[in-house]
């Protein structure tokens, strides 16, 4: 016959044993989604990288000297300080906003005239 207190050990045994499973468990789990968030993390740092780049090439600097275009990129990083109220951060603006819907109009051209044949012929 087992006492009591043997019961008990072995029931206690038994919770331990559930409990370190239930922890390894959790640890696998929350080591899962910790890859899992820095994954996104970095995808959306290549993403904004890869967008900057394009942009850099969009303004012709991509073959430019390393050192002059970072010194550039610095020095419009200290007017950028000023805020966007700033006149040199609004002629900037509008000058890339333009770039930027000009290339927008030679990569979809069909955009730009959003009437079809059939909406032409129907107004006929």
């Given amino acids: 016959m087992v006492s009591k207190a043997e019961r008990l050990q072995k029931q206690y045994a ?12 959790l640890d696998k789990l929350r080591k899962e ?48 300080e ?6 040199r ?5 509008q000058t890339g906003d333009a770039r930027l819907a000009e290339r927008e109009k030679t990569r979809n051209p069909a955009s730009v005239n959003t009437k079809t044949a059939a909406d032409q012929n129907a107004g006929s």
């Fill in 14 to 25: 038994e919770s331990l044993e559930k409990a370190k499973s239930a922890k390894a468990e």
């Fill in 33 to 80: 989604q910790d890859r899992k968030a820095k994954s996104v993390a970095r995808k959306a740092r290549n993403n904004a990288l890869f967008k900057v780049g394009g942009l850099v090439e969009l303004a012709g600097l991509l073959d430019s000297d390393k050192g002059a275009l970072l010194g550039g990129l610095m020095a419009v990083a200290k007017t950028l």
């Fill in 82 to 87: 000023h805020g966007p109220e700033s006149p």
């Fill in 89 to 93: 951060f609004q002629e900037w603006k």
